[in-house]
């Protein structure tokens, strides 16, 4: 899964608009233009494709937690130069107020199963000896099914990143 992928499936996710989009990147302290946005969203075969760089994945990430969350006082945080999937999913779980439980939670919705101890390991430090990095992602292709470990941040974002109720059919 690519920058551009992870873009593009949290602003269909959020219907978040171009103009919202030049919005969120402006909280974080990055202009940006419609035909950057218009480039970073097309797909990968087409000619006018541009790659999005870590850095303005941050970007964008940081803003989408200032408009979720609302801005910190002080500076505006800055946006790493380089990012990883346990970033990446560290920044998702702050902008959208989701416990470990939440997140579990949207993984058993996919049918994938991880407990609350692999799951903090993601979010600990590097250089905790209980740290786990996530490993590359499934190919964008494949099913939702999956029995490869730690990569959550692919599943949440092939799920609809916010909880559906617990009953599937209303009571009658």
Same mark, same amino acid.
């Given at each position: 899964m690519t920058n551009n992928d992870i873009l593009r499936k949290v602003r269909f996710t959020f219907d978040i608009t171009d103009d919202e989009m030049i919005?969120?990147?402006k909280k974080a302290g990055k202009q940006v233009s419609r035909?950057?946005?218009? +480039?970073?969203?097309?797909?990968?075969?087409? *000619? $006018?494709? *541009? +790659?999005?760089v870590d850095k303005n994945l941050a970007y964008f990430l940081n803003g989408f937690i200032i408009l979720r969350r609302g801005k910190k006082e002080g500076p505006l945080p800055i946006a790493e130069s380089s990012l990883? +999937?346990?970033? *990446?999913l560290r920044k998702l779980k702050i902008a959208l107020d989701l416990k470990d439980e939440d997140i579990l939670e949207l993984l058993t919705y $996919?049918?994938?199963?991880? %407990?609350?101890?692999?799951? %903090? $390991?993601?979010?600990?430090?590097?250089?905790? %000896?209980?740290?786990?990095k996530q490993q590359k992602p499934l190919p964008r292709k494949s099913g939702r099914r999956t029995k490869e470990p730690f990569q959550p941040l692919q599943v949440l974002l092939q799920t609809s990143l916010t909880p559906r109720p617990k009953h599937r059919h209303p009571p009658q």
């Open positions: 919005g969120i990147f035909s950057e946005i218009s +480039n970073w969203m097309k797909k990968d075969d087409d *000619v $006018a494709y *541009v +790659n999005l990883n +999937n346990n970033i *990446v $996919a049918d994938f199963r991880l %407990s609350r101890h692999e799951l %903090s $390991a993601f979010f600990r430090k590097p250089t905790q %000896s209980k740290f786990r």
